[in-house]
C-alpha cells in the first residue's frame, strides 16, 4: 500500500452512525476502512461514468452531428422511454 496521509473530517450523525454500524458488524475492522472502500467505490463509479461518457456518448453526439437527419425528436424520444417504461413496469410482479 502506498503512503497515507492522516485527514481529519466532519460527518454528519447518520454518516458517522453508519460507519459505527459497519465496523461493530464486523464488515470492516475501523472506520477508515470504511472510508477507503467508499472512496474506491466512488472512484470507480466516476471511473465507468467518464468510459460512458467517451466511448458511448460523445460517439453518438458527433455521429449525430455529422448527420443530424438520422437522429430522433426529443418527442420521440420521450414517447420511447415511456413505452419502454410501460413495458418494464408491466413485467414485475
Known sequence: ??????RTFSLPA???AFI???VRSGTYAT?????RAGL??????DAA???WLREEVAPTYDAWKANP???????????????RHETHSRKKP
Open 69 to 83: 437527419g438520422k437522429g430522433i425528436s426529443p418527442e420521440e424520444m420521450a414517447e420511447r422511454a415511456r413505452k
Open 31 to 35: 472506520s477508515s476502512e470504511v472510508i
Open 40 to 45: 474506491r467505490a466512488l472512484q470507480e463509479r
Open 20 to 22: 459505527d454500524q459497519l
Open 14 to 16: 447518520e454518516q458517522a
Open 49 to 51: 461514468v467518464e468510459r
Open 1 to 6: 500500500m502506498s503512503a497515507t496521509e492522516k
